[in-house]
């Protein structure tokens, strides 16, 4: 009798070969992501506690390990931004009121929305330091 | 005749024989030959046992689909000279329950296609096969990169959320369903939805988009089903806000 041979990527898929690793890394740049939220919202959480709590933490993110991991946080976060603006035009309809949007523009769009909240974040941060 | 050779390791299952093996041909090699010029040669002239699939040579049928060096192919397009030196590793096409060394069983395949209704659904069907119903250039531009699909299946072995969930509609026949969902002249999007959205619908795709990698006709499968859940998004919210409004 007829036996088929069951032959499913299965849970291991992502060990397969190198363009699975590079997504299944980039879905866990999430993780780092998390880690940073929740970091930064016990440093808010700190604030409302004494000067001596707060300044206690604030020395623990500036810990050479903890900078270390800022940054690849940072390198992650930036890496996630950018795969996911490149294939924003792929999920959006081709077309608005019956014409053709380029897939450049919706990535430039991105790419400049993101620099001008930058850029207004920069200049409050600067405003809020400098009164 | 050439006189070079490369070396085929190509995937054999009797399933009245025990497990699967690899069995190594050599064939001779020529620059525009393709991996299913090689198979050819090996079932003309060196094993007649070996079973594939194959029909058009060029692209348009979709059956002759298999693993060239791990990569989902199609075999008449995968050329030799860009596998050289070789060994040229041939697997039947990963996901598919394998019936005998190249073919896989596609019934699973086809249930999913008849799921999503690929074909225009009119209501008011009268069964007059005379009706014209017209399209412009520009409505038929919206849906006319997802039907280019040939039903090669490539995306489903490249998929791994096929590779884990069995119910997983998949990509071919979730942009199909986008396909004719985008057609000016189709009127079964709510029959077609009520599948798409359920559970192995498209909120199962995570947008690995290895789909549309390895996808020959450049369908871009995982494209369509991120606008079918923008647009299963967007319903939803416009329900939710406007209770008052008919279910179209
Ligand atoms: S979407 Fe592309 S890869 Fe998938 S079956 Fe159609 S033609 Fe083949
Ligand atoms: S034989 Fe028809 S697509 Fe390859």
Redo the contacts with the bound molecule.
Sequence with gaps: MNRPLDRRLGWTWWTRNGSYFRIFLREATSAFILAEVVLFMLLIHKAGQDAETYLAYRDFLWHPLMVVFHLVAFAFALWHTISFFLIAPSALPSQVAGRRIPAAFIMGQQFAGLAAVTLLLFLWVAWVGAT | MSDTTVQLEVFRYRPDNGGPTYQSYEVPYHDDWVV?DALNYVKNYIDGSLSF?????????????MQVNGEPS????AFLRDHMPGPIRVEPLVNFPVERDLVVDINGFMEKLDHVKPYLVREDDDGDLSAEYVQTPTQLDRYKQFSMC?N?MLCYAACPVIGRVDDFIGPAALALAQRYNLDSRDQGKQMRQDVIFQNEGIWECTFVGECSEVC?KHVDPAGAIQQAKLEGAFDYYKRLLTPWARRS
């Design positions: 299913l699939r194959w029909s058009c040579r060029m692209g348009v049928c979709g059956s002759c689909g199609l075999t008449c397009a040939i090669c020959p």
